[in-house]
């Protein structure tokens, strides 16, 4: 770390959550961060030990609720609140403060498309203006100068990573695009439900929010942006009996003559020098467990049976490339560290 960098203070708004004790876990380490605010409004008055034995040891403040937070003593927030929850939050906050949120409040350009999906209008239209999509590899001079960052979904972090590119690179067709998606439990936060139990998913799988997921307008946002005309897809996620990982199948129709191999030559070239993605051996089928607990992305393309068709398989850690994770690698573009800086841990194996 540079000599004439600073530590930043941070505030972690909705701390009792599974992406607020992930990002506890990973700023921990870094060397340039103290946490210095923790915010649960049903957990307020908490020590964190009792919310999360695993983080007790760290010394950290007491959980307390948003308008307690004294923010003359804070640099740097981020936001893990319920989607639907942010908006007027953020907007209220200092402006001296950079934010990058991990909700959907702000991922969706026009505020029409997200009064559509969310069921009710957007209230800081004002400030989505101002927010950057932030998807790092692909978008981090954005992100650098940005003030407000909306970090992307797990879903769409993992399909966009390799989708992106081949857009970009004309490599496949826009308009055939079929997306087989599967998470681990944890993706659905850790509010008590039924559907959720552990007898509910272990030792089986389920598809949900089928044909409407909330997911599809900010992958077709940025696939249109790719491909420079509308682009809808087919998407379809499942729920599978982990905790935590996510496998994506992405089916896609070559353009022109290209192969599969074209495609995994494009996408290892593209992420040749990104510490995150690895684009592995023709071949290879990535697994979740090659990557939980890390900032990985792993990546394969195959040939499909299909004549002019290829199989695009990648896999991430739902709650660290897929939340908190890029969350904090965000804020270092931001800060202008290194960016891998609190983010080099190996993934947990078995």
Request: with cysteine.
């Amino acid at each position: 770390m540079p000599n004439s960098v600073e530590t930043i203070r941070i505030a972690i708004l909705g701390a009792s959550g599974y992406t607020g004790a992930e990002l506890v876990r990973l700023l921990s380490r870094h060397p340039a961060a103290r946490i210095a605010a923790l915010t649960a409004e049903r957990q307020a008055g908490r020590p964190l030990t009792e919310v999360f034995p695993h983080l007790g040891h760290l010394g950290l403040p007491d959980l307390v609720k948003i308008d307690q937070v004294d923010w003359s003593g804070i640099d740097f927030v981020f936001c893990a609140l319920p989607h639907g929850t942010t908006q007027e939050i953020i907007a209220a906050l200092p402006h001296a403060l950079r934010v990058v949120d991990l909700s959907a409040d702000f991922r969706l350009a026009d505020p029409a498309l997200y009064a559509e999906w969310y069921g009710h209008e957007h209230r800081a239209v004002e400030l989505q203006t101002q927010a950057v999509y932030g998807l790092t590899e692909l978008n981090r001079r954005a992100v650098r100068d940005a003030r407000l960052v909306a970090n992307p979904g797990c879903y769409p972090t993992a399909t966009l990573l390799p989708l992106l590119p081949l857009l970009l690179d004309g490599l496949v067709e826009a308009e055939d695009i079929i997306v087989d998606a599967k998470s681990g439990v944890s993706g659905a936060g850790r509010d008590a439900k039924q559907q959720n139990l552990f007898t509910e998913v272990s030792e089986g799988m389920h598809a949900y929010g089928v044909g409407r997921h909330r997911h599809m307008p900010e992958m077709e946002q940025e696939l249109s942006l790719a491909a420079g005309r509308p682009v809808t897809m087919a998407f379809t996620p499942h729920l599978i009996p982990m905790n935590r990982g996510e496998f994506i199948t992405t089916y896609v129709r070559l353009a022109g003559a290209r192969t599969a191999d074209d495609l995994r030559a494009a996408l290892a070239e593209r992420y040749r020098n990104e510490p995150f993605i690895r684009v592995l051996p023709a071949g290879t089928v990535p697994h979740t467990r090659h990557v939980r607990g890390s900032n990985e992305v792993h990546v394969s393309v195959f040939r499909d049976r299909l004549p002019g068709r290829a199989i695009v398989l990648s896999v991430l850690d739902n709650l660290v490339k897929g939340a908190s994770g890029q969350a904090v690698q965000n804020m270092n573009v931001m800060h202008g560290l290194i960016e891998t800086m609190g983010l080099e841990q190996a993934p947990l194996f078995p």
